[in-house]
């Protein structure tokens, strides 16, 4: 198994520029040998914990004032929802590494 794992912070914790062209094709590879590949620190972890809790909450607000689909259930599945310019940060991330190119 190719296991493709960069980093997105130097040493000193700051971030890191776009995907070298070496990079990019061990993420290509690691992805055609085994269909996915792994990119760590790219998004903020504090961000993505606020989005978590935004997206509970709202679940939250939904379940107890009776607003959910009735047809689905809890334990798997979506929740059919889009966060909208909360998640932006996150694909803003991707952008910036270069992840969406």
């Known amino acids: 198994m190719n296991y493709a794992n960069l980093q997105n912070t130097s040493p000193n914790g700051s971030i890191q520029p776009p995907l070298r062209p070496e990079e990019r094709e061990t993420l290509k590879k690691s992805f055609a040998e085994d269909g996915y590949f792994i990119v760590r620190n790219v998004v903020s972890p504090q961000g993505l914990?606020?989005?978590h809790q935004n997206l509970v909450a709202e679940f939250d607000k939904a379940q107890q004032t009776g607003a959910l689909f009735t047809g689905g259930g809890l334990l798997s599945g979506h929740l059919n929802c889009f966060p909208g310019a909360g998640s932006r940060f996150v694909y803003d991330a991707l952008e910036k590494r270069?992840?969406?190119?």
Not at 98 to 101: I, Q, T
């Open 49 to 51: 914990s606020e989005l």
């Open 98 to 101: 270069g992840l969406l190119d």
